[in-house]
C-alpha cells in the first residue's frame, strides 16, 4: 500500500533552519505531484510549497517565500522542504501530500498524506 513517513521536525530557535524530509513507497513517485501542507492548533491547514512530477517546477504559500524551498528527489522517491529563518508563526504539523493535480494547493486534490511531522520553533 501507498506510505508517506514524514522525518526531520524539532525544535529550533528563531531564525534557525530545519530540513524535512518525506519518503514514499508503494506508488510510481515520479508520476506524482508533491507538497506540504502544516496545520497548527486551532487553525485551519495551510499550503506550504509545492513540486511538479518532474522536480521542475516549485511554488509556494505567500508566508513561506524567500525562507522555504521544496525538491524531490524521484531516484530516492523523496521530496524535501528546506525551512531556512524560521519564525515561531511556523509552529505546526508538517505533512507532505501526493496528488496526480500539479500547482493545486486544495488539500482535497491530494490522494495520498503524510503522517507529519512536529516542527516547534521557540522565540
Known amino acids: 500500500q501507498v506510505q508517506l513517513v514524514d522525518t526531520g521536525g524539532g525544535l529550533v530557535q528563531a531564525g534557525g533552519s530545519l530540513r524535512l524530509s518525506c519518503a514514499a513507497s508503494g506508488l510510481t513517485f515520479s508520476t506524482y505531484a508533491m507538497a506540504w501542507f502544516r496545520q497548527a492548533p486551532g487553525k485551519e491547514r495551510e499550503f506550504v510549497a509545492g513540486?511538479?512530477?518532474?522536480?521542475?517546477?516549485?511554488y509556494y504559500g505567500d508566508s513561506v517565500k524567500g525562507r522555504f524551498t521544496i525538491s524531490r528527489d524521484n531516484t530516492k522517491n523523496t521530496v524535501y522542504l528546506q525551512m531556512n529563518s524560521l519564525k515561531p508563526e511556523d509552529t505546526a504539523v508538517y505533512s507532505c501530500?501526493?496528488?496526480?493535480?500539479?500547482?493545486?494547493?486544495?488539500?482535497?486534490?491530494?490522494?495520498?498524506w503524510g503522517q507529519g511531522t512536529q516542527v516547534t520553533i521557540s522565540s
Open positions: 501530500a501526493a496528488g496526480r493535480t500539479a500547482f493545486t494547493s486544495t488539500p482535497a486534490q491530494y490522494a495520498y
Open positions: 513540486v511538479t512530477r518532474s522536480g521542475i517546477n516549485t
